[in-house]
């Protein structure tokens, strides 16, 4: 039975995820995303069968929820400390709906034999990877744009994508949009 590497992602404005993409600040090391790749995960499933997909489909058009608004607030490095994975924009704190909406995603995936993700849930749109750069190198672009403001974004659908990786970068595929009421 064949499986597909799956995640729940809230997508995100052309016109946001572009001028994102202009944001690239040119730092040695740092590889900026294409737009088409830049996304709010809600939940990363890992590689799903299909059996499981099928159900896991089900439980997500079921989840009931009302849009939200949501804004993109102040560039940031994963880990904390050390070198840099990858530089992301925040959505600022509390946000009460975001939190619900990742805890409905949740539940949908352990109804549908899934293995819940344990990790804490700290949402973000990956904008870069880096690659042997160090944190120093970061500190001055990360402190001068801590409060950017990349705008609202009016959160009316979320999706299931399938992921396949490439020499490239990943390649995602929409597989389920789910709307708001």
Same mark, same amino acid.
């Given at each position: 039975?064949?499986?597909?590497?799956?995640?729940?992602?809230?997508?995100?404005?052309?016109?946001?995820?572009? =001028?994102?993409? !202009?944001?690239?600040?040119?730092?040695?090391?740092?590889?900026? %995303?294409?737009?088409?790749?830049? *996304?709010? &995960?809600?939940?990363?499933?890992?590689?799903?069968?299909?059996?499981?997909?099928?159900?896991?489909?089900?439980?997500?058009?079921?989840?009931?929820?009302?849009?939200?608004?949501?804004?993109?607030?102040?560039?940031?490095?994963?880990?904390?400390?050390?070198?840099?994975?990858?530089?992301?924009?925040?959505?600022?704190?509390?946000?009460?709906?975001?939190?619900?909406?990742?805890? =409905?995603?949740? !539940?949908?995936?352990?109804?549908?034999?899934?293995?819940?993700? %344990?990790?804490?849930?700290?949402? *973000?749109? &990956?904008?870069?990877?880096?690659?042997?750069?160090?944190?120093?190198?970061?500190?001055?672009?990360?402190?001068?744009?801590?409060?950017?403001?990349?705008?609202?974004?009016?959160?009316?659908?979320?999706?299931?994508?399938?992921?396949?990786?490439?020499?490239?970068?990943?390649?995602?595929?929409?597989?389920?949009?789910?709307?708001?009421?």
């Amino acid at each position: 039975m064949s499986a597909k590497r799956l995640f729940v992602s809230i997508e995100l404005p052309p016109s946001v995820r572009q =001028r994102l993409a !202009e944001f690239d600040p040119q730092l040695r090391g740092v590889r900026w %995303l294409p737009p088409e790749q830049m *996304h709010l &995960t809600l939940s990363f499933l890992g590689d799903v069968p299909e059996d499981v997909e099928e159900r896991l489909k089900k439980n997500l058009s079921a989840i009931e929820w009302k849009a939200f608004f949501l804004p993109l607030i102040g560039f940031g490095a994963f880990p904390g400390k050390g070198r840099p994975n990858v530089i992301w924009i925040g959505v600022g704190t509390g946000h009460p709906h975001l939190f619900q909406l990742h805890k =409905r995603v949740q !539940e949908a995936a352990l109804a549908a034999g899934l293995e819940p993700d %344990l990790r804490v849930f700290h949402p *973000h749109v &990956t904008v870069a990877r880096c690659r042997d750069v160090s944190s120093e190198a970061n500190r001055p672009f990360l402190k001068a744009h801590a409060s950017f403001d990349a705008g609202m974004i009016h959160v009316e659908s979320f999706c299931l994508n399938s992921s396949e990786l490439t020499p490239t970068g990943s390649v995602y595929t929409r597989e389920l949009i789910v709307s708001s009421l």
